[in-house]
């Protein structure tokens, strides 16, 4: 059954996935308020790219469908749609652990930030959405079992500054 959180993240997918081609990503989306901030990217449209090719049918209806994940060279617009697609089917499942999606940052177009409320503490969750050596393979339920199990930890990165602790999955996930 979905929620409304997994729904809104499931639209945003859908929206990153339509206005990627045309050179647009998703750079802020807060899950609370539902909203999403998209980027005009530099250079020439990318079209996607899929790990096991394009689905047999076009379109939202095909994502719904078919496994469109996208290869490792995928542009990053897809990448992070994917990842936006991924969470939505763990988001229940996130919370049961209580562990929260509350948004994504993404500040450059090669990585994002998930934005993630593990019980009482915030992290930054550092995924790279470009240059990545193997696929994004099931990101919400690797998040889920992480958090869950308390490794996260052992990716905390101290010399990345800023106000929340990171997280770096950049090498990782």
């Keep these: 059954m ?33 909203q999403i901030t998209f980027t005009e990217t530099d250079g020439p ?7 096991d090719g394009e689905p047999p049918q076009p379109g939202r209806a095909g994502r719904r469908e ?10 990053p617009w897809m ?12 988001i ?14 993404a500040p450059e177009p090669d990585w994002c930030d998930l934005i993630i409320r593990d019980g009482d503490s915030v992290h930054r969750v550092r995924i790279a959405v470009a240059g990545r050596r193997d696929v994004l393979d099931f990101p919400g339920m690797y998040l889920r ?13 101290p010399g990345l500054s800023g106000a929340l602790p990171v997280v770096d999955l950049r090498t990782v996930l």
């Design 145 to 157: 079992d992480l958090f869950a199990e308390g490794r996260h930890r052992d990716h905390l990165s």
């Design 66 to 75: 078919h496994d469109w994940q996208p290869a490792i060279d995928a542009p």
């Design 2 to 34: 979905a929620t409304p959180d997994s729904e809104f993240l499931t639209h945003a997918s859908e929206v990153a996935f339509e206005l990627g081609p045309d050179r647009f990503r998703i750079s802020a989306l807060t899950i609370g308020s539902r």
């Design 92 to 105: 229940r499942q996130m919370a049961d652990d209580h562990i929260t999606v509350l948004g994504l940052e």
């Design 45 to 51: 449209p990318q079209p996607p790219l899929y790990a």
């Design 79 to 90: 990448t992070l749609a994917w990842l936006l697609e991924d969470l939505a089917t763990w």
